[in-house]
Every structure is written in C-alpha cells, then in structure tokens.
C-alpha cells in the first residue's frame, strides 16, 4: 500500500464514488474482522489456558501429601486470569475503537477503481483563507476537494471479502477498509465484483 494525496487519472478510472460509514456498518464490520483474524487464535489461547488450570486442579485433588498444593493452586489462578483476559481484551479494543469512531462517522470516503489498483480516501475539505479558496470565491468556482488516502496495488497479500452490507479489504491483518454497499448502484456493485474477481482470484470471497 502507498499513502499518496491522491489524483485523478481519469482516462483509465473505473468506478468512482463517494460515501460514508454508518457507525453501526463500522462495528459490524470491525466485528467480522476479529471473527476472521482475532477470535480463532485467542479461543486457541484459551483453551490451552483452561487446559491446564484443569491438569492442575486434578494435580491438586489428587495430589499426595506433601505435593506443593499452593504451587498448584498459584498456576490454576493464572491461567484463569489469562484465560479470562484473552476473551475480555478483543472487546475491550473494539469498545476502544468505537469510541474513536464515534469522533469521525460524519467523515465522507472516496473510493476510485483503477485496472491495476484501487484508492481509498479520505475527503478533506477545502482550507479557509488561502490564495486558492480566495480566488475560486472571486470567480464563483467550487474548489476540488482535497482526498488524502492510500493507493491499493492488486497482489498476492490483498484480500477482498464481500458481507452482506459491505466490503471488506484488508492486506495485512492489522489493517481494513470498509466500502458500503448502500453507497453503490446495483450496476456498480456488479461492476465492482468482476473487477474483483478477475484481479484476484480466489483472494475475493464472498461471506454472508
């Protein structure tokens, strides 16, 4: 990926739309996230966690005299407690998260198809008070909106999925974006999934 200030190339663009995020499309979304990356490898966690508290229960209730039963009971109460915080901590970063986006729902997102990439943007809105915005005003010109975002080569590491009410694409598994669908026609929708389809292949998954 490549953070740019985007540009247009309009001789070769594909699809271009503008769109916002609902809050609630964000948290499902960022829940279909830990349900891919997070929540198999934590559960797996956890299970060895409460694996082994329960061998050292059975150690404690059947263990001789003289066995160190305090040892025992030491190591049951850490896994507990690191059993309990592999299941707590994805919650707790995902309320953190949702707090952060609470900030930013209203922000608008660019999203321009190329044949050999995609971008992703942000749309910020004009700067006040500068030479450009001064002169646009003095001839009733609208100013071109600023989109700062990330260039999305199509390769081996990028993935699309597509749920019910979004898209989802990510290339690492700390990193994703989400495209609503509700932004898009039927047309697009279809326009964007053989795109997809025939730039990565298998990579494009549909999950409902």
């Known amino acids: 990926m490549e953070e740019t200030n985007t540009t247009k190339d309009t001789a070769s663009l594909l699809l271009e739309k503008q769109y ?3 809050f609630e499309l964000f948290r499902e979304a960022f829940i279909a996230f830990q349900k891919r990356f997070v929540y198999p490898r934590n559960y797996a966690v956890m ?15 059947t263990a001789p005299e003289g066995a160190n ?3 025992y009971c030491i190591i049951i109460l ?4 690191m059993a309990v915080f592999q299941w707590w901590n994805p919650r707790k970063i995902r309320r953190d998260l949702m707090e952060g986006v609470r900030q930013i729902e209203d922000d608008r997102y660019c999203l321009r198809l190329y044949p050999e990439y995609l971008e992703i943007g942000t ?4 700067e006040e008070g500068t030479a450009g915005a001064e002169h646009d005003a003095l001839f009733d010109d609208v100013p071109e909106e600023d989109i700062s975002g990330t260039r999305i080569y199509y ?3 990028l993935h699309v999925a597509e749920y019910g009410h979004f898209f989802m ?3 690492t598994r700390a990193m994703f974006y989400v495209i ?3 932004a898009f026609s039927a047309e697009e929708l279809e326009i964007m999934r053989v795109h997809f389809e025939k730039k990565l292949g298998k990579q494009f998954t549909v999950r409902r």
């Open 155 to 157: 390769n081996k590491g």
């Open 20 to 22: 916002h995020i609902p």
């Open 123 to 126: 749309i910020l809105p004009p």
């Open 69 to 71: 039963r305090q040892l």
């Open 180 to 182: 609503p669908k509700d």
């Open 78 to 81: 850490f896994c507990l407690v």
């Open 169 to 171: 694409v990510y290339q």
């Open 47 to 61: 299970a060895v966690f409460l694996i082994v508290a329960g061998v050292y229960g059975w150690l404690t209730a």
